[in-house]
């Protein structure tokens, strides 16, 4: 017999000590984290209620941490097998197929649970119903075991912390009967997308590929499948889907909505990055179309073909393409096979002749909003699942290199060195100084490299990257002043030379006042803190921000936000959380201005 669900009300409205009895569980031999939370009762979602148990757990402090991590049992370890595992527990590790280990997978986690007690002095805390809550595998189990065995004492106690409130919210929706479902399918679509890779091994999608292919046509079948009324596949690959305006008395000419965000990856990349902004829309799209509402302006959904620039060196080009920025040059642009662009286009069937067409009259928009996984570990060291973007930042990107003089390593003294590498070095160690000086300012020398550089001579050339950004354009321009400046000052005073090429700038992209305060509106809402951010990484708002205003909101990623990589994650409930902030948005925003 099933165990009757609570409710937010319940939780609410009894006296405190029944409240308790009610969430009893949700944290391992540890009740008292509840308790406390239900001080800030009344709750607006259960939402509210997960990250009032956050900051109750955040704001007792270290000992009370550790020994919450200490209360949890050994992932198949001893108390599973004398089973007198708490009942969830049990159920959690049963799910993962954790009761079901070989011998060698069993010995294999045992070797594991010591070498991490070793190290951390703690129990391994894993969330091992997984960010859809079905269960991971054995394997990413073991994989996740392994890569964390790395990690520092301090960050290791903070992820430990993190997955016990994810335990916890998936306990706490179990208690309540509460299922993310659209999250659940969004999260579904995003695996469905991610069958089609240019590599067997990784996800990789690139410009106009043939996985590339298969993933606009699939979408295009799911956004017409959704209910939007046109879909089309444009002439440079985006796919687009318009969900029609309720009709109107004409007094004011029906403007548009526009979102999304791109369906190409790096190489070997995550399934979130972009996908993301495409499928949250979509969600909306078809429960608006079932429900048979419409919304009192059009909503356009755009799955850009190209923001990456791995294929081509085009970044921006599905989104350009539409504020008139596609450059007919391009089309000679060769891959590393040889294949030119134009080749490619005429491998997927485009009409080159009809890119012009794209160029959207901006009069007629009423602005650009994309939700996208934040791609940093801001949120998620915070434990808040949704931040409101204030600005993406301005980036220049250089490359350059350094000339001194080879020399023997073993007959050339130190002060007579002419030394390229340590000038790079010397520069890089500025860079590191210099932008950690003011707030959401970055720089990075990503790459070095030595040409025919061998252990015993000391190196007379090394090719380096510089990238550097901030949040507005006065900052980024304060900051290259100043690192140029300390690259001319280094090669003076060691007696060497350089060669600096800029490769990319792009402006700082504020975010429209009226969209950010309907995120945050949207955001609050949901019962959840509203915390703003800039964004470091560039993202296609950033090239509609050039002709009309835009706003983004981000949602938390896993594994301390990590993008551009198969670790890169999120969870059904968050993906839910974006889903009811986007409809919020949808249903409060005006065509009038």
């Not at 609410?12 to 001080?39: C, K, R």
């Not at 070498?115 to 091992?128: D, E, I, M, R, T």
């Not at 002060?415 to 390229?420: E, G, I, L, S, V």
């Not at 902030?581 to 009038?592: D, I, R, Y």
Request: hydrophobic share 40%.
């Amino acid at each position: 017999m099933s165990t009757p669900h609570i409710t937010l009300n319940q939780i609410n409205t009894l006296p405190h000590a029944q409240a308790v009895a009610l969430l009893t569980g949700l944290y391992e031999h540890s009740d008292w984290i509840a308790a406390q939370a239900l001080d800030e009762r009344p709750f607006a979602s259960a939402a509210a209620l997960k990250h009032a148990m956050v900051k109750v757990l955040h704001d007792a402090g270290r000992e009370p941490q550790l020994a919450l991590v200490r209360a949890h049992p050994e992932l198949a370890g001893k108390a599973m097998v004398s089973k007198s595992l708490t009942a969830e527990s049990a159920h959690e590790q049963a799910k993962a197929g954790l009761t079901h280990c070989s011998a060698q997978e069993f010995a294999h986690i045992q070797q594991l649970n010591a070498s991490y007690n070793a190290k951390f002095g703690f129990p391994f805390v894993l969330a091992v119903r997984g960010p859809r809550g079905t269960g991971l595998s054995k394997q990413q189990i073991i994989q996740t075991f392994e890569r964390r065995l790395h990690n520092h004492p301090d960050y290791e106690l903070a992820e430990c912390l993190r997955n016990i409130h994810r335990i916890v919210e998936i306990r706490l929706n179990d208690k309540l009967g509460y299922q993310p479902e659209l999250g659940h399918e969004v999260w579904d679509w995003q695996e469905w997308l991610a069958q089609f890779s240019d590599a067997p091994d990784a996800l990789t999608v690139t410009y106009l590929t043939d996985a590339h292919i298969q993933c606009a046509r699939t979408i295009e079948m799911g956004m017409k499948a959704c209910g939007f009324d046109d879909v089309r596949i444009d002439a440079v690959g985006n796919v687009v889907g318009v969900y029609k305006a309720a009709p109107t008395n004409g007094e004011l000419p029906t403007k548009t909505l526009m979102t999304g965000s791109h369906y190409d990856t790096v190489r070997n990349g995550g399934k979130y990055d972009g996908r993301l902004g495409i499928f949250v829309p979509m969600a909306c799209v078809r429960e608006l179309a079932r429900a048979g509402k419409r919304l009192p302006f059009h909503l356009e959904v755009v799955a850009f073909a190209e923001e990456e620039g791995q294929r081509y060196k085009a970044t921006f080009l599905g989104s350009g393409a539409l504020v008139g920025d596609f450059k007919n040059e391009w089309l000679e642009q060769k891959d590393a096979g040889g294949v030119t662009m134009r080749q490619a286009m005429k491998h997927a069937g485009l009409k080159m002749e009809d890119i012009p067409k794209l160029t959207r009259n901006a009069a007629e928009y009423l602005g650009f909003v994309e939700v996208h996984v934040e791609q940093g570990p801001v949120l998620n060291e915070l434990d808040i699942p949704l931040g409101v973007v204030t600005s993406i930042n301005g980036s220049v990107r250089f490359v350059g290199e350094i000339i001194g003089m080879a020399s023997h390593a073993g007959t050339t003294p130190m002060n007579r060195r002419r030394d390229a590498a340590t000038a790079v070095a010397e520069l890089a160690l500025f860079v590191e100084k210099r932008a950690a000086q003011i707030p959401n300012l970055v720089g990075t020398v990503g790459q070095l490299f030595v040409p025919n550089g061998s252990i015993n001579v000391v190196p007379g050339r090394c090719q380096f990257s510089l990238d550097l950004r901030a949040t507005t354009n006065a900052l980024r321009d304060s900051l290259m002043q100043d690192v140029l400046a300390e690259l001319k000052a280094i090669c003076e005073r060691r007696g060497l030379h350089y060669t600096l090429e800029e490769t990319m700038r792009a402006s700082a992209a504020p975010s429209n006042a009226k969209l950010q305060t309907a995120w945050k509106n949207a955001v609050q809402s949901l019962g959840v803190p509203v915390f703003h951010l800039p964004s470091g990484a560039g993202h296609d708002a950033m090239k509609l921000h050039e002709v009309m205003p835009q706003a983004m909101l981000f949602v938390r990623g896993q594994n301390a936000g990590i993008s551009h990589n198969p670790l890169e994650s999120t969870t059904s409930d968050d993906m839910q959380l974006a889903i009811d902030a986007f409809m919020h948005l949808l249903h409060n925003t005006s065509q009038k201005p």
